[in-house]
DNA sequence: GGTGAAATAGTTTTTAT
DNA sequence: ATAAAAACTATTTCACC
């Protein structure tokens, strides 16, 4: 599911109102699809896998809700790293890329170097982890962790619409 | 797709499996992923539709790499409230769930309240909504927003079987 | 709780517009 | 580039184990 060429894409009405459904359920089949953005389904197919093929369409998940099946805890750190040579920050992405756990990170602007989202069996395997970055890893200058008490708004993708005002034909 | 019960879920190895590759891959056949579990079509599909029954699994989502259709940036907002009782917090939710590009918020224990995902067509959108956090909204204490430069490590769903060691028969 | 066959439904390729 | 039709494949139900 790769064949990016490396530039931009230019999306139509129909392309976008396809992300949308596909954005809201990733199961529906190309029938259903096609019905919904007025299509018959072979053209339908072919737009999805265009948009795949250039790297618009990454992949299809599954929602879990991990509480109805284990206890877990969900923490956020936040990393300063002491060192900011781009051999230091690396070394620390290819850490937490290894690391299990480790759900999400995103590099971020400003005093904070690194927001890093984990999902871990209980607090002392999040201990651990946490350690391991501070010591063993590269040099950590301050990690605060903030354990998440309840998803308020969970993540349901995003505004297309509101994001590509200006570019669609 | 809801049909709680509000309690836990037993699940066995063949379903873990099964989410295990439902994780990774959302949109693939019910005949494929027989097959990846070892179990004909019809008590695989049987167990999926028990699962979404169950709540255990939520929903089925489409990745879309933003970047490859339009600008657009990325904030987290970490955000203290004045107050905190609950009233306080409940107008704050509430407002946060109604707001446009706001993609995730979770509330985090410790001395930030909560993290406010947003991603905007730029930053005078973003400006203009944490304004609104700020002014319009319940008594907010402190916003820092953090850009997001780069994604590190994309979500790629749990590792469930590190989280499941223990209750799985 | 699983299997395998049968009917229904969806996917995907080909062909024509 | 779209649509319709044909061939193929998957989904879903059901009788049976």
């Known amino acids: 599911m790769k064949d990016n060429d490396g530039g ?3 999306l ?3 392309d976008l109102k396809i992300l949308e459904r596909l954005q809201a359920n990733g199961r529906m089949t190309n029938q259903e699809l096609a019905d919904a953005v007025g299509l018959s389904a072979s053209p339908c197919l072919s737009r999805v896998r265009r948009m795949e093929r250039a790297g618009v369409i990454t992949g299809y998940n599954t929602q879990i809700a991990l509480s109805r099946i ?7 750190a936040a990393v300063t790293l002491k060192a900011h040579g781009p051999e230091d920050f690396e070394l620390f992405e290819n850490m937490v890329i290894a690391m299990r756990f480790v759900t999400e990170c995103t590099k971020v602007s400003g005093p904070i170097d690194y927001l890093v989202h984990f999902v871990c069996p209980d607090i002392s395997a999040y201990q651990m982890l946490s350690d391991e970055l501070l010591l063993m890893g590269p040099k950590v ?3 605060s962790s903030y ?22 034909r």
């Open 8 to 10: 931009a894409v230019a």
């Open 141 to 143: 200058g301050n990690l």
């Open 12 to 14: 139509d009405r129909i």
């Open 70 to 76: 284990c206890r877990h805890v969900d923490v956020v």
């Open 147 to 168: 354990i998440v008490l309840k998803t308020v708004k969970p993540n349901q993708g995003f505004a297309l619409d509101g994001l590509l005002e200006q570019p669609v």
